[in-house]
Every structure is written in C-alpha cells, then in structure tokens.
C-alpha cells in the first residue's frame, strides 16, 4: 500500500511516500480502506521527537491518528462493526507506528465509532482527536451554563470545536485569536480578542472580575496570564502545558479514544448543530507541505488529507 513515512525524527524533509506491506487487524481491530486522515499539531511534535519520554515510536512511522473510511476485514472478535461499515476513529494505538495517512490502517474497535450518512469523510476525519479533546477538556474543567470562559487559539482545530460546544452550554465563551479570525470566531459564538501585547487588557475590558474558566489550546507563554485573567476559585486547563495543574492547581489534559464521546460529536456535526471547519484538503502526495502550513502556527480548523 502507499503510505507517508518517516524513518527518523526531524522536520517534514524526513516525510515520504512509499510502499509498504499492507496491515493486518487484530484480535480486537478492523482493518479500513482509509478516505480522509486528518493532520494535528501532535502528529510533528511527535516526529520531531518530542514525546520520547512519553510514547515509544517504532520507526519507519506511518503518522496520524484521525482516519476516516470503510471497514474492509474484521478481526477474530469484533461485533461492534462489519465489513462495509464507514467508520471515524481516533486511532491512538500504545506504539507510535501504524498511522492513518495511508491506503489501510488498523483501528482499535475501542477508538472508533460508525460515521453518521450526514457527514462527509473529510469532515469526519478532521473530527476525532481535535473535537475529542475539546469535548473531554470543557468536562474536565466543569464547562456550564452561566460561566465566563476564556478560549485560547480560539479559531483552531481544537478551539474552534471547544467554542461552539462552550457556547452550547449557554457559557459565554471569549477567545483569543489573530484579527483576520475574529469574524470566524464570532459565528462560533464566541467574542474574539487579539492574541499577544494587549490581550490581558481586552479581555479584562469583556470580563472586569476575571474568568470562571480558562483553557488553553496553544501552549507557549499562554499561562503567563492567568494569575491576571482568572478570577478567584476559577479553573484553568491546558492540554499543552502541565503548569495549569502543578502551578495554578487545574487540569492538565491528555485526550483518550472514546467512541461514545466520539458518537456525540458525530451527531452533532452530521446535523449542522457543529461545524467542522476544513482549512484544505488535500491529497497524499501534498501532505508533506500540508504538514509545513501546519507547523507555521496561522492554520483555521482542520487540514485534512483524503486518499
């Protein structure tokens, strides 16, 4: 089958297509003719070998984790899916090895959950990992109706899903993103702020007496201003910085396959009550550069690959 792969860690040049042997399901795994994978900020934090410490990686590396496709063999003791089912699934496997961007890939029963006929394959695979970690990072803060919440990198893949399900909780939800976004963010239901110099004034200038909840989709310095935007008793949680736990005695979130959870986001998505926002799509011979215009920081919702 063709596939992307790396076989070493480094920055997107180590990235080729190639042929390798096709993949076989487990026990507890189908096999799936992939349609759409799409790319996340973990797939080259990962290839540049920043999660050593974290996940074993066995190279060559097939990367990606959402894949969206067709069952096409079961294994010895599957009976949530049969051959034929179209299927989404975060296919986070123990082993960094097996990923999505390629013809076939073996996918955990306990990851995946059927793909709803309301929703496309490319929105489908542009879903799972970024609309999953949302999900599980609004319930892990304590997200609800009436609170104040503060949205970093808003208009992203995570975030761009996290303020529409913040919305729907009847919070209301500000979020940090660059200018040329806020009109997006807007239709998400949230009130945008510029990130960088200025932000701790224009989102105090919305909230005077500070935020019920921050979540922080980005990383970086972002947590430098929670001791200035967080009101008292409030909660933040980060899904890129462990200091919202250890320093400011939050949450610090690592996202789990969940095909129940995933079911819900389909759902919603497949009935427009989410929108699943596609920066490009593209095929396999481009997810090379895809993965570059992912890495320059400035990428609106999802870039997916379909095959």
């Known amino acids: ?9 480094g920055d997107a040049d180590v990235l080729t297509i190639k042929e390798v042997a ?22 080259y934090k990962v290839r540049q070998g920043y999660l050593k410490g974290l996940i ?8 990606g984790w959402d894949v969206a496709g067709t069952v096409v063999k079961t294994g010895l003791d599957t009976p949530e899916f049969e051959v034929g089912d179209e299927i989404l699934a975060y296919a986070r496997k123990d082993v960094i090895h097996g990923g999505t961007l390629a013809e076939l890939v073996e996918v955990p029963v306990r990851t995946a959950t059927r793909k709803p006929a309301g929703l496309s394959f490319e929105e489908a695979a542009a879903l799972p990992l970024a609309g999953l970690t949302a999900l599980q990072t609004l ?10 919440v503060l949205i970093h990198a808003a208009a992203g893949g995570v975030g761009s899903f996290a303020t529409q399900l913040a919305a ?7 979020g940090t993103a660059s200018p040329r976004n806020h009109d997006f963010v807007r ?17 105090r200038a919305l909230a005077p007496g500070g935020f019920d909840v921050i979540l922080d989709f980005v990383g970086g310095s972002t947590l430098e201003t929670v001791p ?10 980060s899904v890129a910085d462990r200091k919202a736990r250890d320093v400011y005695g939050g949450q610090y979130v690592w996202v789990r396959p969940n095909p129940s959870d995933l079911a819900e ?7 427009g009550r989410l929108k699943v926002e596609l920066a490009g799509v593209v095929d396999l011979d481009d997810a090379a550069r895809a993965y570059r215009e992912l890495e320059g920081g400035h990428v609106r919702g999802k870039l997916v690959v379909r095959l």
Request: no cysteine; aromatic share 4%; charged share 15%.
């Open 22 to 43: 096709d993949p076989h399901p487990g026990s507890d795994s189908v096999l799936v003719r992939v349609h759409a994978a799409s790319l996340n900020p973990v797939d």
């Open 228 to 237: 200035q935007l967080l009101r008292a008793g409030g909660v933040v949680a």
């Open 187 to 203: 239709s998400l239901g949230g009130e945008p702020v510029p990130y960088g110099e200025g932000l701790v004034d224009a989102a």
């Open 139 to 148: 319930r892990r803060a304590g997200v609800s109706a009436g609170a104040t």
């Open 265 to 271: 986001l389909a759902e919603l998505a497949a009935s």
């Open 1 to 9: 089958m063709k596939a992307l792969t790396y076989d070493h860690f």
């Open 56 to 63: 074993d990686t066995v190279f060559p590396v097939i990367p």
């Open 168 to 174: 729907a909780t009847g919070a209301r939800v500000v």
